[in-house]
């Protein structure tokens, strides 16, 4: 994997990460998969168990972890914190554009995924971004 800061793109520094990680109660997961072997599951389950509001995005699930599955961000309806996606870099930037739209304060690209065009729409809107980073790792890590 990259270093922190490669390609122009930098991630918050820790306090900032932990910061937004104990402000947050709702994060909804793009790409969230209903298959308990994969990585999005797994962290989705963590979350939840650490309290946060977690909310399935992805089109192709009726529900996920007891919880009703969006087709899109634009449908859910509530305000969410983070949007934290599992899908391919190249894929992100809509997803980001429509994170932006509905006023989230943090996105969060899983680890392997990156994307500069991506970096570049939250930083122009003055929203973090964090990118190659397991939202789950980095909550080990820095939590309280």
Not at 24 to 44: C, F, H
Request: net charge negative.
């Amino acid at each position: 994997m990259g270093s922190p800061k490669s390609g122009g793109w930098v991630n918050p520094a820790p306090e900032k990460i932990r910061e937004i990680l104990n402000a947050t109660k709702t994060i909804a997961i793009v790409g969230l998969s209903s298959n308990p072997e994969r990585p999005s599951y797994g962290v989705a389950n963590y979350l939840m168990a650490q309290g946060y509001d977690v909310i399935p995005v992805n089109p192709m699930e009726k529900e996920i972890l007891g919880k009703k599955s969006y087709p899109d961000l634009a449908s859910i309806d509530k305000r969410v914190e983070i949007v934290d996606v599992f899908r391919k870099g190249e894929v992100t930037p809509p997803i980001v554009e429509e994170a932006l739209e509905i006023g989230v304060s943090c996105i969060w690209l899983q680890e392997g995924v990156i994307s500069e065009d991506s970096y570049r729409l939250a930083t122009n809107a003055g929203i973090p971004i964090v990118m190659n980073k397991c939202i789950l790792k980095e909550h080990q890590r820095l939590g309280d």
